[in-house]
């Protein structure tokens, strides 16, 4: 799979995420049309714009440190479709939880829209994840 375009990039943005760095996940995501997300309950989340997105991110990573929760994700499958200028790749993987001796297992598919930028690189434009399944241990 590490060697499919855009895993990298990908790979990257899980990272950020589980290491709370808004800065360079921000880089990395545009989020032109907003993204679908999972709320702390599993249900989901409609973020419509970047200061809904901006939002959304310094809260869940604020909320998840003062919890002293620890997140990290292992992709299980991933497949891509790269045009000039946009693709698309859809990533199955498990969201884990770590959180006062429990483990939550967070089973998730998410298609993520990419698109090119002036400079070459590539953003991620679109997010929308669904909860397959959830497991605690």
């Given at each position: 799979?590490?060697?499919?375009?855009?895993?990298?990039?990908?790979?990257?943005l899980f990272g950020y995420v589980s290491?709370?760095?808004?800065?360079?996940?921000?880089?990395?995501?545009?989020?032109?049309?907003?993204?679908?997300?999972?709320?702390?309950?599993?249900?989901?989340?409609?973020?419509?714009?970047?200061?809904?997105?901006?939002?959304?991110?310094?809260?869940?990573?604020?909320?998840?440190?003062?919890?002293?929760?620890?997140?990290?994700?292992?992709?299980?499958?991933?497949?891509?479709?790269?045009?000039?200028?946009?693709?698309?790749?859809?990533?199955?993987?498990?969201?884990?939880?770590?959180?006062?001796?429990?483990?939550?297992?967070?089973?998730?598919?998410?298609?993520?829209?990419?698109?090119?930028?002036a400079d070459g690189s590539w953003k991620?434009?679109?997010?929308?994840?669904?909860?397959?399944?959830?497991?605690?241990?």
């Open positions: 799979m590490d060697e499919q375009p855009l895993y990298a990039e990908t790979v990257r290491d709370h760095n808004f800065d360079a996940l921000a880089e990395l995501c545009d989020d032109d049309f907003g993204i679908v997300d999972l709320g702390t309950e599993g249900q989901s989340i409609m973020i419509r714009n970047r200061a809904e997105w901006e939002n959304w991110f310094h809260t869940l990573f604020g909320n998840l440190s003062a919890m002293q929760a620890q997140t990290h994700t292992d992709i299980i499958d991933y497949k891509v479709r790269v045009g000039a200028d946009m693709a698309y790749s859809v990533v199955e993987f498990c969201q884990h939880l770590v959180l006062g001796g429990k483990h939550g297992k967070f089973y998730c598919v998410v298609t993520i829209i990419w698109k090119t930028v991620e434009s679109r997010w929308h994840v669904s909860l397959l399944r959830t497991d605690w241990e």
